[in-house]
């Protein structure tokens, strides 16, 4: 059965090169740059964009992040707490916009 | 009761030769063999025999699910005390520096003793691969005083510093058993700074990834070992899956068998060729046959290029320079930081 996202074609992703490879020269430099050791540890990046993966629901980004958060030493535990981080801020930005319901609500209301 | 290993269960892939025919059947971009000439080694060649590692039998009183010897407590292939001489003969009749004992549970061997013994008069620096909870059975109880009198250095596996994973690796309760072990082992000195008495512990991924960074791991493990059990420790070694025998295995049966190949593959590390192990080791089976390293062991992929094929008939030029005997599984040495018998090449 054809799904619409297909985990092999994660290896398919470099073909973006082919209609500008400036631009993808470009992402590639940043992106290697935007994770390297800095600041923050690669195994704290790699816990972000796992985490940022869930909340972009990404699947080639989570299979990919799952991957590179054990290889830099996290364990189950870390990585599930981190999607719990992305879950929460999730919940918490459709909850705090009931702010905006009580606004509005206040303003009709007598 | 311990799970039965794959020889034991007569299934087609604890055949070497199956295995072989599953690895040489993926497909792979650029050989092991080209690769390696890419990094400037047109032949991998031997660089002298600097340890001399003698895998002295597949018993073992544990089944890790990632083990590439497929040992077990159902195995019965054990090194003769005949072929036990000819290699303390060798390492009479030469200046290879060390021995490393493994297996299998290598101190199940009757003449485990006996080698050790025998090398340390010799002044050689012993080596015991050890899976930690063989000391806490019944016969063997004596064995940490045993290593200790005699400046065994320890290489003790210790997968994580949790149970969860380590068990998942290693068995049931297996984790409690080694941090029990492990205490043991410092009580007599073992790991403890200026004692003289090596402990260093080995990890493998617990699946289909490679380690992390060595130097970021041992930093980690020493700290969580230290808080939580009280266990201290020399190095710690980062070690890749070999996709041989169980850990192959695991790799078909849930379907990462090409995706883990093409990681090993892709993370080829030219700088890591340099040190691998087989380029300075000499790997001895339980029958005397001689081999490149231990995986090739588990292969059976003989030393083939001009040198003695058996330990009886040793000579040292012709295996000091011999050319290594590769296979795709090697692509497991060179990934990422590099994977050896004493961790990371390149971290």
């Given at each position: 059965m054809s799904h619409y996202y297909e985990s092999h074609d994660l290896g398919k992703f470099g073909e973006m090169a082919n209609g500008s490879p400036e631009l993808w020269q470009k992402f590639l430099a940043w992106y290697s740059a935007v994770f390297a050791e800095g600041a923050l540890s690669e195994r704290e990046k790699a816990l972000i964009a796992l985490a940022v993966a869930h909340a972009v629901q990404c699947p080639y980004c989570i299979d990919a992040y799952t991957t590179a958060c054990l290889e830099k030493g996290s364990n189950e535990e870390q990585m599930t707490e981190a999607v719990h981080v992305a879950a929460a801020i999730r919940g918490g930005a459709s909850l705090v916009h009931g702010v905006q319901m009580r606004n509005h609500l206040h303003k009709l209301s007598m | 009761m311990a799970e039965p290993t794959l020889n034991k269960l007569r299934v087609p892939l604890a055949d070497p030769k199956v295995q072989l025919r599953q690895l040489h059947a993926l497909a792979i971009e650029r050989s092991f063999e080209a690769?390696?000439?890419?990094?400037?080694?047109?032949?991998?060649?031997?660089?002298?025999?600097?340890?001399?590692?003698?895998?002295?039998?597949?018993?073992?009183?544990?089944?890790?699910?990632?083990?590439?010897?497929?040992?077990?407590?159902?195995?019965?292939?054990?090194?003769?005390?005949?072929?036990?001489d000819h290699c303390l003969r060798v390492l009479a009749q030469t200046d290879i520096p060390t021995l490393d004992i493994t297996g299998g549970a290598p101190e199940l061997h009757p003449e485990f003793r006996r080698m050790v013994r025998e090398a340390r008069a010799l002044g050689r620096?012993?080596?015991d691969r050890c899976n930690l909870t063989i000391l806490l059975l019944p016969n063997y109880s004596d064995l940490p005083e045993f290593l200790a009198e005699n400046q065994?250095?320890?290489?003790?596996?210790?997968?994580?510093?949790?149970?969860?994973?380590?068990d998942a690796q290693r068995g049931e309760g297996v984790f409690d058993g080694s941090i029990e072990a492990l205490r043991r082992l410092n009580d007599l000195g073992y790991g403890v700074p200026g004692s003289g008495l090596k402990l260093?512990?080995?990890?493998?991924?617990?699946?289909?990834?490679?380690?992390?960074?060595?130097?970021?791991?041992?930093?980690?493990?020493?700290?969580?070992?230290?808080?939580?059990?009280?266990?201290?420790?020399?190095?710690?070694?980062?070690?890749?899956?070999?996709?041989?025998?169980?850990?192959?295995?695991?790799?078909?049966?849930?379907?990462?068998?090409?995706?883990?190949?093409?990681?090993?593959?892709?993370?080829?590390?030219?700088?890591?060729?340099?040190?691998l192990m087989c380029r300075t080791t000499l790997s001895v089976g339980w029958d005397g046959t001689l081999y490149d390293?231990?995986?090739?062991?588990?292969?059976?992929?003989?030393?083939?290029?001009?040198?003695?094929?058996?330990?009886?008939?040793?000579?040292?030029?012709?295996?000091?320079?011999?050319?290594?005997?590769?296979?795709?599984?090697?692509?497991?040495?060179?990934?990422?930081?590099?994977?050896?018998?004493?961790?990371?090449?390149?971290?």
């Open positions: - | 690769q390696v000439a890419g990094a400037g080694h047109p032949e991998l060649r031997a660089d002298g025999i600097q340890v001399l590692q003698i895998n002295v039998g597949k018993r073992c009183n544990q089944v890790c699910h990632h083990c590439h010897v497929d040992a077990g407590p159902d195995r019965r292939e054990v090194m003769s005390a005949e072929t036990v620096q012993v080596m065994v250095e320890v290489i003790a596996s210790l997968p994580y510093y949790l149970p969860k994973q380590t260093d512990l080995v990890t493998n991924p617990v699946g289909a990834f490679l380690p992390a960074k060595q130097s970021q791991l041992e930093a980690e493990w020493r700290r969580e070992l230290a808080r939580r059990h009280g266990v201290t420790f020399n190095s710690l070694y980062t070690i890749t899956n070999m996709p041989i025998s169980r850990f192959l295995e695991f790799l078909l049966r849930s379907g990462n068998l090409e995706t883990y190949m093409q990681k090993l593959v892709q993370a080829f590390n030219p700088a890591a060729v340099n040190g390293c231990d995986f090739n062991q588990m292969l059976e992929l003989t030393v083939d290029h001009g040198g003695p094929r058996h330990i009886r008939d040793f000579q040292i030029a012709p295996l000091a320079r011999r050319q290594i005997v590769t296979a795709p599984h090697c692509f497991g040495c060179t990934a990422g930081a590099g994977s050896s018998c004493g961790g990371a090449l390149a971290d």
